[in-house]
């Protein structure tokens, strides 16, 4: 038995080798009876994580004995759970030679051979293996169209018959398709000023303010908007209150989220008690490869001690707004002409502009917010509607007088035709202007190299020339002037912006001949009469029996070079010798003779036509100024496009309709000179944007929507909509702000009393003359507090009267006690639930208290809402009816009138239509964070799955609130809500 089990495994082995070797010859396309699929062949994921099982069958398949079979997978979307071996393919027994999943390599894959030991083959269809997978990073989109097709692919397979023959066949991948998850944004983050409103009790005091990261519904924030930190300034009265310190992320809410702990931009938080504000900024840092868990909840991000510096003897005493916000960040520089010229800037609304930097067509002044003087100014807001529903919120700088001028002429004037000859060419050792031997200076005189007789382009582009006038050295009384011919002495190529020189325009100038020390010195640099940069060359007599030509290696090369051009100084002859700055034959003797020969140069006028040149430019001087102006002679003017650096102060204007104002039509010439024919007089505006969350696309989001504060959301690259477009560096997040306030203290100069509720914390009291307190829930016990005092000094054994009155304005009672040593006394009420609608007392209920002192009765009055701790105001299913085995996705929709934050269980229950329940789901929510009398609202979601054997055909949801749950000792916080729905005789 032994030798024969040896036997079969050496077979299988044998086989599974056999059949790695037919990979690589095995086709894999080539369509054949015999399959290897996946079933299901497509599968579709809807959810984030949503798992499935795919099952790989061999399919109508004849004698088979092994298979050897590879797959991979896609990580970025699919991630593996498990597998199972079925093996419904082969005869038993069976052998695995490989069973390997490869979860660590980058390419994961999974790698299957198994042969029967059994020496039948099998015949038929049968499973393999099943693989169970989860799907991840589906695509966000509200389009249903939008998807990710990905492949669980068969990378090789090989099947074999009983004679270890190939069976040919066609492998099938499987195709999983990962749906769009739908963009359901829920609200967006705001900071809280935390309390609402704090009233100081006395001069001196130290309090504390925070500011409280939640969502825009005053629920939790959701970990949607992954907050990676904050920039926020707060602002504050500094004739009422300083700020003594700040400390941020107080109670490590936030900080909990990063592995990496907090990078505080602003160590310590920046406190200005002249300017009034504190800034804060910090930020998450997460782990390795960006781990975190994305923020969520309720977060403490800062808090700042305050001391009241003032106190009042009037009441009400003074109070100022605490305020979130941050200095408003401009983005760029814009200019914006007016299209009809100019506008009447007491009536802007609905004029026509264009941007005339950006040139991104016609805009229409929408709407426009006055700084009060009547007319467009700085500082002014106004909106821009553009095209394809654009528009833009601006900040005016400045309004100017804008003129759109086109270059007509230009008249380039004193063009010198430079030397391009190189250095060594004017060096001219022998090369003199004659080819006489030289014994005399005389033997130079000659015409000599010409300087120039290139090409050139002028300032501006070349449309047709007028006129060209050569002036040729020396430009004294005798100087020569020719106007040149176009054909003969230049061509013009205006499709390159250039002039070309026919001829060369040089002349000959006679050779000057000077004597040391007597016409001239060489204590100093020799002084000459013509262009030194003309200078063909130079030869001298050292009358001591030699003589020879000065060497001009190039400009400022020391010996033997001995002379050179110095543009700075054109009318001296400029050397090495002139000084005496070296010896031996480099230094040229006192008494010297020397001649300079000349090569003229030429300077050229140039008068010609422009191609049309566009500029816009602003006046510089007031809007107002420019209206009176006259004539635009020795006035500036800034071009702010397409050249902003450029400016013009005009030398000369053509008033071609004689109105004695710049109109179109009529002419400018600035230095250059360049004349500009004047196209466009307009009402010109130098703007800022102000910067908003997203603005690529009006129907983003949040298009048009501007930061308050600055709160940064983590970088999501996978994310295509707004505010994060695909960015991989973090973005401006929409948010929201609700400011607090603070209330000086009250200093009563005579006899006073203040009510308020003992059982409530600092800030939700109603402590402070007429302050309101936070709500109270059914049976719930009122503990009215007193305060007696006579300029702030407790009046001891008073007698205080306390009335109550429900919302229906009907006494409930009064109630009587003594004040005690320090002023203070109390009662305690508790609130109604006749049996009879007890919800008639819902609503504003009243508190009045007396007390006589120094005979004078004095009194304070408070408020306080009566309500459910939580409502719900409604509830739905996202189906009216459904399958066996759907889920029921179930939204809450409720609010409560709470000040202070309760936590609060809701509970879904689901049962059948015989009453049999069949699904549970719960969550626990903060509520509260309402202004008196007013509801914080929000929403929650729960989900039960409708089990295969709940009863058709009605199905009841029941939905509460609790304070805990009942088997903690908890109880319901408002009436049931229900929901019926269909269930249906049908699968999902």
């Known amino acids: 038995m032994k030798l024969k089990m040896e036997k079969a495994i050496s077979i299988a082995l044998a086989m599974t080798l056999l059949l790695s070797a037919m990979i690589m010859i095995t086709p894999k396309v080539k369509a054949q009876a015999t399959t290897v699929t996946f079933v299901p062949g497509t599968t579709d994921i809807y959810t984030e994580g949503e798992d499935f099982i795919v099952t790989c069958w061999i399919n109508d398949v004849t004698n088979l004995a092994g298979y050897d079979i590879q797959i991979k997978w896609d990580t970025n979307h699919l991630t593996y759970i498990n597998h199972t071996l079925i093996n419904d393919c082969l005869i038993s027994p069976t052998f695995e030679t490989k069973n390997i999943v490869n979860t660590s390599d980058p390419i994961r894959y999974y790698w299957l051979a198994s042969a029967t030991l059994s020496g039948t083959g099998f015949d038929g269809s049968g499973a393999v293996f099943e693989m169970a997978f989860y799907g991840v990073n589906l695509p966000w989109s509200n389009n249903p169209a939008v998807n990710i097709t990905t492949y669980i692919e068969f990378v090789d397979t090989a099947l074999a018959d009983v004679p270890a023959d190939p069976i040919p066949h066609t492998a099938t991948d499987g195709i999983v398709v990962l749906h769009a998850k739908p963009i359901i944004i ?534 295509e909509f707004c505010p994060w477009h695909n960015y991989d560096f973090s973005v401006p997040l929409p948010h929201e702000v609700r400011n607090g306030e603070f209330i000086s203290a009250f200093k009563s100069l005579g006899g006073f009393i203040d009510v308020y509720v003992c059982n409530y914390p600092e800030g939700f009291k109603g402590e402070g003359f007429q302050a309101p307190a936070d709500m109270f829930w059914p049976q719930k016990e009122v503990m009215l507090c007193a305060n007696v005092t006579y300029a702030g000094w407790p009046e001891q054994r008073k007698d205080v009267a306390f009335e109550v009155k429900d919302p229906h304005g009907v006494p409930w009672g009064i109630w009587y006690n003594r004040t005690d040593e320090y002023g203070m006394t109390f009662v305690r009420v508790r609130l109604p639930w006749p049996c009879d609608d007890p919800e008639y007392y819902f609503g504003v209920w009243k508190v009045w208290a007396t007390v006589d002192v120094a005979c004078v009765v004095v009194n304070d009055t408070m408020e306080f809402k009566y309500d459910y701790k939580v409502r719900i105001f409604n509830a739905e299913t996202d189906k009216t009816e459904y399958k066996h085995c759907e889920d029921i996705h179930v939204t809450i929709y409720y609010g409560s009138q709470a000040m202070q934050l309760y936590p609060i269980v809701f509970t879904i229950t689901a049962v059948d239509d015989s009453g049999v329940p069949f699904g549970f789901d719960y969550i626990l929510v903060e509520v509260g964070g309402a202004e008196y009398c007013t509801y914080a609202n929000g929403t929650v979601q729960l989900t039960v799955h409708v089990e295969k054997w709940a009863r058709p055909t009605l199905g009841t949801i029941y939905i509460g609130a609790l304070n805990g749950f009942p088997q903690d000792g908890g109880s319901a916080e408002t009436p049931v809500f229900t929901i019926t729905f269909g269930i249906l005789a049908e699968w999902a």
């Not at 908007?225 to 992320?249: K, P, Q, R």
Request: hydrophobic letters at 40%; aromatic letters at 14%; proline letters at 8%.
């Open 186 to 719: 829920p609200p967006v983050p705001m900071l809280v000023v935390d309390p609402p409103t704090y009233s100081a009790g006395a001069i001196g005091e130290t309090f504390e303010i925070s500011v409280i990261l939640m969502g825009a519904d005053s629920g939790p924030l959701d970990a949607y908007w992954d907050v990676a930190g904050i920039d926020v300034m707060m602002h504050f009265n500094t004739t009422l209150m300083e700020a003594l310190g700040a400390s941020i992320d107080p109670d490590g809410d936030f900080v909990a989220f990063w592995p990496g702990g907090l990078f505080n931009l602003t160590e310590p938080p920046e406190i200005d008690n002249v300017a009034g504000t504190v800034r804060v900024a910090f930020m998450g840092i997460p782990g390795t490869g960006g781990a975190h868990t994305a923020p969520n909840g309720f977060m403490k991000m800062f808090s700042v001690t305050f001391n009241a510096t003032t106190e009042s003897t009037s009441f009400p005493p003074p109070s100022a707004p605490i305020t979130l916000q941050n200095p408003m960040a401009y983005t760029g520089e814009y200019v914006f002409g007016s299209m009809p010229g100019l506008i009447d800037i007491t009536s802007p609304v609905g004029t026509a502009w264009t941007d005339v930097r950006g040139g991104y067509g016609t805009y229409t002044l929408a709407s426009w917010t006055d700084n009060t003087d009547g007319e467009l100014s700085t500082s002014d807001q106004f909106i821009m509607d553009g095209p394809g529903g654009y528009y833009f919120d601006y900040h005016i700088e400045d309004v100017t007088g804008l003129l759109n001028l086109t270059l007509a002429r230009s008249l380039t004037t004193d063009l010198w035709v430079t030397n391009s000859m190189t250095n060594g060419g004017i060096g001219n050792w022998g090369l003199p202007g004659s080819t006489i031997v030289p014994t005399s200076g005389a033997a130079f005189n000659g015409y000599g190299l010409p300087n120039w007789t290139g090409n050139f382009t002028l300032a501006y582009p070349i449309a047709s020339v007028n006129s060209i006038t050569a002036h040729y050295l020396p430009f004294t009384g005798d100087e020569y002037t020719a106007v040149l011919t176009e054909g003969v002495d230049y061509a013009v190529h205006a499709d390159d912006d250039l002039i070309e020189i026919l001829l060369p325009l040089d002349v000959q100038i006679i050779n000057e001949h000077w004597k040391d020390g007597v016409n001239n010195s060489l204590n100093g640099w020799p002084w000459i009469n013509y262009m030194a940069s003309s200078i063909q060359s130079v030869y001298v007599d050292f009358n001591n029996g030699t003589s020879r030509f000065g060497v001009n290696n190039g400009f400022q090369v020391p010996p033997p070079g001995e002379w050179w051009y110095e543009p700075d100084w054109p009318g001296e002859l400029e050397g090495w010798w002139a000084l005496g700055y070296f010896s031996g034959p480099f230094t040229w003797p006192a008494g010297s003779d020397w001649w300079v020969n000349y090569t003229a140069c030429t300077v050229i006028d140039v008068d010609y036509n422009t191609d049309p040149y566009t500029v816009f430019a602003e006046y510089n001087g007031t809007y107002a100024d420019f209206l009176t102006l006259t004539t635009p002679v020795n006035e500036t003017f800034n071009e702010v496009f397409p050249m902003p650096f450029n400016s013009y102060t005009f030398e000369d204007f053509t008033d071609s309709d004689t109105s004695s104002s710049i109109t179109v039509g009529d002419f400018m010439q600035s230095p250059g000179p360049a004349i500009f024919r004047v196209d466009g007089v307009h009402t010109g505006l130098r703007v800022a944007r102000k910067p908003w969350i997203c603005e690529d696309d009006p129907a983003d989001e949040f298009f048009g929507v501007a930061p308050i504060v600055s709160i940064a959301g983590f970088p999501q690259p996978d994310m």
